[in-house]
């Protein structure tokens, strides 16, 4: 028995502990599924951390009803599928496996937790809702249409430039064509 993550499609998840072979993976989760999306489920992405390589199967066709809510680690590799992983919309419960030397070892939801966290390196969601989202924003200077400045440094960053000397020959002709 090895221990995966289920990620149901209220995002939430749980530890499962099945009987996984390499041979018939996609039969057992088939089985163990509360939500299913169109079609066979599949071996969507696969991540690999040190000598570890984490697979996510699932459907990525599906009803609306049963479309995941949860959003993937990025950067995900798949054989056929071309959206980035944490872009694309997931369709039934999604699963995550985790593999040494081509056998299945544990991963639980704070494995996966852990992995998230790394790979997102702490950042949170864009679109959360804030208690000040709706303020305007001030960044402290007082003037009658808060403009942007920008600072000294940046105006010698944006002045830099490189001059290449070329020779009489190899300038541009002017464009004499009537518009």
């Known amino acids: 028995m090895k221990k995966l993550v289920r990620i149901n499609i209220d995002g939430s998840m749980n530890d499962l502990e099945l009987l996984i072979e390499n041979k018939n993976i996609v039969n057992i989760l088939n089985k163990h599924s509360n939500e299913k999306g169109n079609n066979n489920i599949r071996h969507l992405y696969s991540w690999t951390k040190d000598d570890i390589i984490i697979k996510c199967y699932g459907w990525y066709d599906g009803k609306q009803d049963c479309i995941n809510k949860h959003e993937l680690i990025p950067y995900g590799s798949s054989k056929f599928l071309e959206d980035d992983s944490s872009t ?87 464009d004499k064509t009537n518009y």
């Open 88 to 174: 694309i919309l997931l369709y039934g419960d999604i699963y995550l496996l985790s593999f040494y030397d081509n056998k299945s070892v544990d991963f639980s939801v704070s494995d996966y937790a852990n992995f998230y966290n790394e790979i997102n390196e702490g950042f949170d969601d864009c679109d959360t809702d804030d208690d000040d989202s709706g303020e305007e924003y001030h960044d402290g200077i007082e003037n009658e249409d808060n403009d942007y400045k920008m600072e000294e440094d940046e105006e010698d960053d944006e002045l830099d430039f490189e001059i290449i000397n070329t020779s009489d020959s190899e300038e541009l002709e002017e």
